[in-house]
Structure formats: C-alpha cells, structure tokens
C-alpha cells in the first residue's frame, strides 16, 4: 500500500488518512475500494516521472485561448482514453463529461479573466480531463500533464456509497487543475510545510473557482471544499472546512476530519507526506480570515495577492512563516503599506499564530525627481522568483484602475 510520494506525487483530492480509514472501518467491499485507491495511486507515482519529462519537453504552443478537452476512460486504467468533448462541442447526455468540461472552463477563466494567465502554464495548455477512471475508484487527481476523475460508487445504490462521482464538486476540478498552476510557478515540493501550501494553495483557488461561478462573496460563500462529495448517508458536509477545519465530517467510516485551524495545533507527522492534508487548515484559515476582513469578492483582492504571490515570489522550499511575509509584502505593493488589505493580511495570519516578518518593500526605480538615487536590488528575497516593481505597478493598474 503507499500514497503520494513528494519525489513524484500524484496530486490526490483525497488525503491517504481517509482511504486508510475507510480501509479498517469500512465493510470488507468498501475496504477493498479503498485499498484499491491507494494501490492505484502508488502506481500512478511511478509513472509520475515520464509524465514531467512530457511536459516539461519544449512543445511549441499555440494560444488558442480556453481550450478543453473531456475523454472517457470506460472504467478502465487508460489515460486519456477516448475523446468526449472538444472545445466548443455541444453538451453531453453524460453528466460528469459536462462538469469536468465546466469546471475546467471556471478554472481557466477565473486564471485568465481575473488575474491575466493563459492557463495553469501561462503558455496555453490545453486542458485535459478524463472521466470514468477505473471502478468505485475514489479520487481525482492530476498527474502532472492532466486531470482524472474516479465514479465514487455511483454505480451502486445510494445507500451502499461513500462518495459520490469527484466531478460532482466544481472547486475539486479547480483545487486540482491549480496544483498544476503551482507546478508551472513556486513548484511547492509536495511535503511539510511546502506541501501543505501547495495543498492550501488548492483549495484557495478551488474555493475561489465555486464562489467566483456562484457569484458569492466571501461573506455569502459556505468556504467548504468537496460539498456534494460525500454520499448522502456519510455523517459530514464536505472534505475540509476553511471557516472551521476539523468540522468537516465526524463518521463511523471516514473518522473525524483531523485538521488544526491554528499553528497551537499544528500536527508533526510522519504520513501524508508530513501531513501535507493536515496543515493546510492552518493556512486555509488564514486566507479565510484576511479574505472575510476584506470583504466583497474573495478572488479580486485576497485572490489577487495570493496568486501574484505564488507567481512571483514563493519558492519550492517556502514555508508558513515566508508565505506570511510575502503574502504581506505583496499585499503592501498591491494595495499600500498599512492599507486594510495589507492589516488583513497581517491580522488573518497572526489569527493563525503567526506573526509577519516584515520585508523591505521592492524599491521604485528612480526617477529624475529623485534628489540621491541609491542603487537597490530589484529583490530583497534571494532565492524568490519575485517580480520586478514595474510588472507589479501594471499588473495594479489593470486590475484596480492605476491603485
Ligand atoms: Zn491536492
């Protein structure tokens, strides 16, 4: 039996610690699903490595804007399977083709309309969706080059499932198509503190995808990732809760959803990758309370600074404690030093126990006005990907009309 490795993981939606309680409290049929998952995902590890060299291999790019492509793999181990649904075709009679097709398009858009990206590599990629993967196999995940879809076990009677069909809950496509935008940008190794950011990272943007689709603030939004999931007689309402971790779900089958909200109750642990599923409560929690602090539309504003963030500064070996400085940092080049959203960001980390360090803002170039021009580096944070000030000036401008 194994899970994600951090050297190759595959990017599961489920965290291994439910399988593994689903394989000792479940019946003797749902355990063997169960274990099925877990062996299937130790396998799907192993080719991890063919994939990153596919995608990583120089293929020139067309920009054809949104472009999605849906296939179904007949319940068998095939990827990608057979062709479904193209950009641009009509809807299908089959549900899960169409939501996998929707929630790729709310993804897309949310990183292109919103934020300015050609997709999770900014060059274009297309994206690609299986549905149908294997039988009662339950997860969805992202291998490194596309989307997969497991049924849950709705080919049974509702009253035998434990999940239902993982196309089903819109920001489970979004949480798992952004571990590719994370792939293309910090590259947050897959373990600790990094990994649990990069599983946070998910859920933000997912959550960001269903809000941004219901038009909710953040104020109206239920801030509940996988609702709908959990098959109907499974005593929960979702996978995690970024309002409240560890309120998620509390059920014979699945165990009690064991995520902290705060670093007091922080979890060191061997399994899970050093509890990449775990830890991420806590900075879920965080962006929850400096985007609730904000107020109106998560994604404009907490959205915006979290994804310039990930872009530009984080770095593979980040953890909480840099992802607050730079959160912060970058709130106070995108928003002013000491604006509201630059103390929301301050105050939804120290929430959490963690206080922010501050960095030097990047300096401005100089002008002629400037009476001692004194020569800066254009980063203060070695080793960061950090934007240079003139694309964080125009990236303001176009968003908040020259703010
Ligand atoms: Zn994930």
Sequence with gaps: MGNCSHFHPIFCILPPHILQEISTRGTPQQATWARNTLNITATLRENRQLA????????????????????????????????????????SSD??????????????????????????DGKGLRLDSTIHYQTNYDNAFWNGQQMVYGDGEESLPADQRIFNRFTIAIDVIGHELTHGLTQYTANLNYSDQSGALNESISDIFGSLVKQRS??????????????????????????????????????????????????????????????????????????????????GNAWEKAGRLWFVTLRDKLRATSDFQECANLTAQTAGELFGNNSLEHQAVRKGWADVGINVVAIPPVSPPPTTTDPAPTPTPPNTNPGCLAAPATSLRALGKRLFGGK
């Design 52 to 91: 990153i060299s596919r995608v990583q291999s120089p293929i020139a790019r067309v920009l054809n804007g949104k472009d999605r492509v849906v296939y179904d793999a007949s319940h068998s181990d095939t990827l990608p399977g057979t062709r479904v649904r193209g950009e641009g075709d009509g809807p």
């Design 95 to 120: 549900v899960a083709v169409n939501e996998a097709y929707d929630g790729a398009g709310a993804t897309y858009d949310l990183y292109h309309d919103v934020y300015g990206r050609e997709s999770v």
């Design 214 to 295: 219901l038009g909710q603030t953040a104020t109206q939004a239920d801030w509940l990732i996988g609702k709908g999931l959990l098959a109907a007689r499974i005593k929960g309402v979702a996978l995690r809760s970024m309002k409240a971790p560890g309120t998620a779900y509390d059920d014979p089958i699945l165990g009690k959803d064991p995520q902290p909200a705060t670093m007091k109750d922080f979890q060191n642990m061997g399994g899970d990758n050093g509890g990449v599923h775990i830890n991420s409560g806590i900075p879920n929690h965080a962006f929850y309370l400096m985007a609730l602090e904000m107020g």
